[in-house]
């Protein structure tokens, strides 16, 4: 059980999670404007 030298799968998933992250701010972000631009408009 030789350590193998994949170093680059921590960072593949920790750039996976940053990604996902990402993008999920960008969803709730945009949900918040669409909201707040309906309850100013009042629909």
Same mark, same amino acid.
């Given at each position: 059980?030789?350590?193998?030298?994949? #170093?680059?799968?921590?960072?593949?998933?920790?750039? %996976?999670?940053?990604?996902?992250?990402? *993008? !999920? #701010?960008?969803?709730?972000?945009?949900?918040?404007? %669409?909201?707040?631009?309906?309850?100013? *408009? !009042?629909?």
């Amino acid at each position: 059980m030789a350590p193998e030298p994949d #170093a680059t799968w921590p960072l593949a998933r920790t750039l %996976a999670w940053v990604i996902l992250l990402v *993008i !999920g #701010a960008a969803l709730v972000y945009t949900a918040w404007i %669409a909201i707040a631009n309906f309850s100013r *408009i !009042g629909v």
